[in-house]
């Protein structure tokens, strides 16, 4: 385990400490450590690896300490581009390759010094255009970051950090140990679920859906649904479960210690 994850076990302990302040710590910590300018050189490229649309169906993105965005184009191919401090001492192994009908993303990173393993780690991948693609991203320290794409689904799980998806079209299943979980102007007519054991969960949708059920729960903390015509079967400070509509779209909350908001 090198240098950058093994600070992230420390920010695991502190989050459960400071629970208002887990989110903000996280990412002061993560920008401190892998962020834009967090390193004494320069960033460099690690290549840019390019893959023909109809060659997968699937992708498959595992990583260590990395800031990673998504993003979809209207190009017929997904890129692939890891993006690091020249500075960093550390050995880093970046590939990118069709594995039957799934493209495999992994970076893996051996550490050659305690000094000088600061520095920015950004994994940036474009996607297709194909709603039916499958997405599935682990990553054990930094961000997770979706926007303004369509899919089928994209499970993403991350052990301390945050993740953001904005305008995602596609079912979400996002996991979290440490940090905060962000979904903004979701799409009514796909199911959420998601799980963080210390920090936040937070759903604002573009439009109310017509039809969703909901189960948000919080052992410690707080659980907000600020929608209107909810028909209620628990309504606790800490758990709501309830139903918008006729049967729809599952919308689950789980959290241990933090709070849950959607509106």
Same mark, same amino acid.
């Not at 990412?27 to 690896?49: P, Q």
């Given at each position: 385990?090198?240098?950058?994850?093994?600070?992230?076990?420390?920010?695991?302990?502190?989050?459960?400490?400071?629970?208002?302040?887990?989110?903000?710590?996280?990412? !002061?910590?993560?920008?401190?450590?892998?962020?834009?300018?967090?390193?004494?050189?320069?960033?460099?490229?690690?290549?840019?690896?390019? !893959?023909?649309?109809?060659?997968?169906?699937?992708?498959?993105?595992?990583?260590?300490?990395?800031?990673?965005?998504?993003?979809?184009?209207?190009?017929?191919?997904?890129?692939?581009?890891?993006?690091?401090?020249?500075?960093? @001492?550390?050995? !880093?192994?970046?590939?990118?390759?069709?594995?039957?009908?799934?493209?495999?993303?992994?970076?893996? $990173?051996?550490? @050659?010094?305690?000094? &000088?393993? *600061?520095?920015?780690?950004?994994?940036?991948?474009?996607?297709?255009?194909?709603?039916?693609?499958?997405?599935?991203?682990?990553?054990? !320290?930094?961000?997770? *970051?979706?926007?303004?794409?369509?899919?089928?689904?994209?499970?993403?799980?991350?052990?301390?950090?945050? %993740?953001?998806?904005?305008?995602?079209?596609?079912? %979400?299943?996002?996991?979290? &140990?440490?940090? $905060?979980?962000?979904?903004?102007?979701?799409?009514?007519?796909? *199911?959420?679920?998601?799980?963080?054991?210390?920090?936040?969960?937070?759903?604002?949708?573009?439009?109310?859906?017509?039809?969703?059920?909901?189960?948000? @729960?919080?052992?410690?903390?707080?659980?907000?649904?600020?929608?209107?015509?909810?028909?209620?079967?628990?309504?606790?400070?800490?758990?709501?479960?309830?139903?918008?509509?006729?049967?729809?779209?599952?919308?689950?909350?789980?959290?241990?210690?933090?709070?849950?908001?959607? @509106?």
């Amino acid at each position: 385990m090198n240098n950058i994850v093994m600070r992230a076990g420390i920010l695991l302990i502190g989050a459960t400490i400071v629970l208002t302040g887990c989110s903000s710590a996280i990412d !002061f910590a993560s920008n401190k450590a892998i962020g834009e300018g967090s390193g004494k050189g320069e960033v460099v490229s690690h290549g840019v690896k390019s !893959f023909e649309a109809e060659q997968f169906n699937s992708i498959e993105v595992q990583t260590e300490a990395m800031n990673i965005t998504i993003t979809q184009s209207d190009q017929n191919e997904a890129s692939v581009e890891l993006l690091t401090d020249d500075s960093i @001492k550390n050995e !880093f192994t970046y590939d990118a390759s069709i594995q039957g009908e799934v493209l495999e993303v992994t970076v893996t $990173e051996r550490e @050659k010094s305690m000094k &000088n393993s *600061s520095g920015e780690r950004t994994l940036l991948i474009t996607l297709p255009k194909n709603d039916e693609l499958e997405l599935n991203v682990t990553n054990a !320290f930094g961000n997770i *970051s979706l926007e303004d794409i369509s899919i089928s689904e994209a499970m993403l799980e991350l052990n301390a950090g945050n %993740i953001y998806t904005k305008e995602v079209i596609g079912n %979400i299943d996002a996991t979290v &140990n440490a940090g $905060e979980i962000d979904i903004s102007r979701a799409k009514g007519d796909y *199911s959420i679920l998601t799980h963080v054991d210390a920090g936040n969960v937070k759903i604002a949708y573009e439009e109310a859906p017509q039809n969703a059920a909901f189960n948000l @729960k919080t052992e410690v903390g707080q659980v907000k649904l600020s929608l209107d015509d909810i028909d209620y079967s628990v309504e606790k400070k800490n758990e709501v479960q309830g139903q918008r509509g006729t049967s729809g779209t599952n919308v689950q909350a789980q959290v241990s210690v933090g709070n849950i908001t959607v @509106k």
